[in-house]
Antibody, heavy 119, light 107 residues
Framework: VQLVESGGGVVQPGRTLRLSCAASGFTFRSYGMHWVRQAPGKGLEWVALIWYDGSDTYYADSVKGRFTISRDNSKSTLYLQMNSLRVEDTAVYFC?????????????WGQGTLVAVSS | DIQMTQSPSSLSASVRDRVIITCRASQNIGRSLHWYQQKPGKAPNLLIYAASTLQDGVPSRFSGSGSGTDFTLTISSLQPEDFATYYCQQGSSPPLTFGGGTKVEIK
């Protein structure tokens, strides 16, 4: 299993950014997928979940209405569209597979991509 | 939302010590509790899911127990590679939530 995040960088408050997570080594279309973030020196914060077929999505209250999780099963790629970015969105963003026995835990993780929101 | 409280937030221990980390949920989550290990600069790694099921490849010195609101992660004999930060996570229902973490340091 390999998950490789990309798309991070430095962005001004209020701007947008789209993260990608390229998956390989497993049947991507069969698994739910998560985004989790970690602010510098802080703990883990779950961000969003998308069902294996994209039919359902869930979000943390802190990003609801600003972030959108999506996936392209034909490309084995997960996305996180981040709009109206805030300084407090600064973090390393990890993508992760949902568990093999249920969607609400995180099995395999990528190495993360850093998003820095600063003026 | 379900709040997860871990204790202690940090601890110092020696190699071969027995270490116990606790996690409390703000409401009944059954056995939907999962544990992760994270080393500096690395992604978290799943250790235990569904309160007590060891993930493949995780050493048997790690064990988990509990149900309802109170859970524990036990390391029976701490090894040098176990010095890390440990997080619990509730998987009862979204939004998923993590505990604040427990940093295990070398005494």
């Amino acid at each position: 299993v390999q998950l490789v995040e990309s798309g991070g960088g430095v962005v001004q408050p209020g701007r947008t950014l789209r993260l990608s997570c390229a998956a390989s080594g497993f049947t991507f279309r069969s698994y739910g997928m998560h985004w989790v973030r970690q602010a510098p020196g802080k703990g883990l914060e779950w961000v969003a979940l998308i069902w294996y077929d994209g039919s359902d999505t869930y979000y943390a209250d802190s990003v609801k209405g600003r972030f959108t999780i999506s996936r392209d099963n034909s490309k084995s790629t997960l996305y996180l569209q981040m709009n109206s970015l805030r300084v407090e969105d600064t973090a390393v963003y990890f993508c992760a597979t949902a568990g093999t026995t249920g969607p609400y835990y995180l099995d395999y993780w990528g190495q993360g991509t850093l998003v820095a929101v600063s003026s | 939302d379900i709040q997860m409280t871990q204790s202690p937030s940090s601890l110092s221990a020696s190699v071969r010590d027995r270490v116990i980390i606790t996690c409390r949920a703000s409401q009944n989550i059954g056995r939907s509790l999962h544990w992760y290990q994270q080393k500096p600069g690395k992604a978290p790694n799943l250790l235990i899911y569904a309160a007590s099921t060891l993930q493949d490849g995780v050493p048997s010195r790690f064990s988990g127990s509990g149900s309802g609101t109170d859970f524990t992660l036990t390391i029976s004999s701490l090894q040098p590679e176990d010095f890390a930060t440990y997080y619990c996570q509730q998987g009862s229902s979204p939004p998923l939530t993590f505990g604040g973490g427990t940093k295990v340091e070398i005494k």
